[in-house]
């Protein structure tokens, strides 16, 4: 599932950048990372289970193309942990890995030195790894979890120039699971990212 996604996306993303009619054409490329504070939503028939946060690291790559004046098409990859802990059982926790492509619009609602945007999108995510720490014993929960997640995501991004081509750029994302990742389990993603990361533009002249 995740692959027939991934590309139907990849692929809508090339016909947006080759379609623009715009003579100078200007690319952001970069890289972010930061803390990731994450759960699960229990929808399943799971009694006495009570979730809180746990703090996770991200880390990723971006590629940036604008189509519209103040409006731009944002490709993420990155690595992301996820986990929780179980407040009944002190001692048990939940760790999940996930590497994940998510494209955003990102829309600029200020746009001066200081660049302030809305970020939207999806993300789809594969499961590299999940176990459970019970009172210190590591156990391999990777088989009774989906590969596959799919989230919606939206949040905000300061960008600040710090050199001629170079800016920095500091962002908090919301993300809320659309699938169930367990099997009969009825758990949901539910992550707020906070990163920092820069952006470095690229420049060419395109063929109209």
């Given at each position: 599932?995740?692959?027939?996604?991934?590309?139907?996306i990849?692929?809508?993303?090339f016909?947006l950048?080759?379609?623009?009619?715009?003579?100078?054409?200007?690319?952001?490329?970069?890289?972010?990372?930061?803390?990731n504070?994450?759960?699960?939503?229990?929808?399943?028939?799971?009694?006495?289970?009570?979730?809180?946060?746990?703090?996770?690291?991200s880390?990723?790559?971006?590629?940036?193309?604008?189509?519209?004046?103040?409006?731009?098409?944002?490709?993420?990859?990155?690595?992301?942990?996820?986990?929780?802990?179980?407040?009944?059982?002190?001692?048990?926790?939940?760790?999940?890995?996930?590497?994940?492509?998510?494209?955003?619009?990102?829309?600029?609602?200020?746009?001066?030195?200081?660049i302030?945007k809305?970020?939207?999108?999806?993300?789809?995510?594969?499961?590299?790894?999940?176990?459970?720490?019970?009172?210190?014993?590591?156990r391999?929960i990777?088989d009774?979890?989906?590969?596959?997640?799919?989230?919606?995501?939206?949040?905000?991004?300061?960008e600040k120039?710090?050199?001629?081509?170079?800016?920095?750029?500091?962002?908090?994302?919301?993300?809320?699971?659309?699938?169930?990742?367990?099997?009969?389990?009825?758990?949901?993603?539910?992550?707020?990212?906070?990163n920092i990361?820069?952006?470095?533009?690229?420049?060419?002249?395109?063929?109209?």
């Amino acid at each position: 599932m995740l692959t027939k996604y991934s590309t139907k996306i990849i692929s809508l993303l090339f016909v947006l950048v080759f379609a623009s009619t715009i003579s100078i054409a200007q690319i952001k490329i970069g890289l972010n990372g930061g803390a990731n504070f994450s759960t699960f939503t229990i929808t399943g028939p799971t009694p006495n289970v009570t979730l809180t946060r746990k703090i996770g690291f991200s880390i990723g790559a971006i590629a940036e193309y604008p189509i519209l004046n103040n409006l731009s098409i944002r490709l993420n990859v990155g690595y992301l942990q996820r986990g929780a802990q179980n407040t009944i059982e002190n001692d048990n926790t939940l760790f999940f890995n996930y590497v994940e492509l998510s494209p955003y619009l990102t829309y600029n609602v200020i746009n001066s030195e200081i660049i302030a945007k809305i970020i939207v999108g999806l993300s789809f995510g594969h499961l590299i790894n999940a176990k459970d720490n019970d009172f210190g014993i590591d156990r391999n929960i990777k088989d009774y979890y989906k590969l596959s997640n799919i989230a919606s995501n939206f949040g905000l991004e300061i960008e600040k120039k710090i050199w001629a081509k170079t800016s920095l750029i500091f962002n908090g994302i919301y993300s809320v699971g659309m699938k169930d990742i367990s099997y009969g389990g009825g758990q949901k993603t539910s992550d707020f990212n906070i990163n920092i990361g820069f952006l470095y533009n690229l420049y060419w002249v395109t063929l109209i």
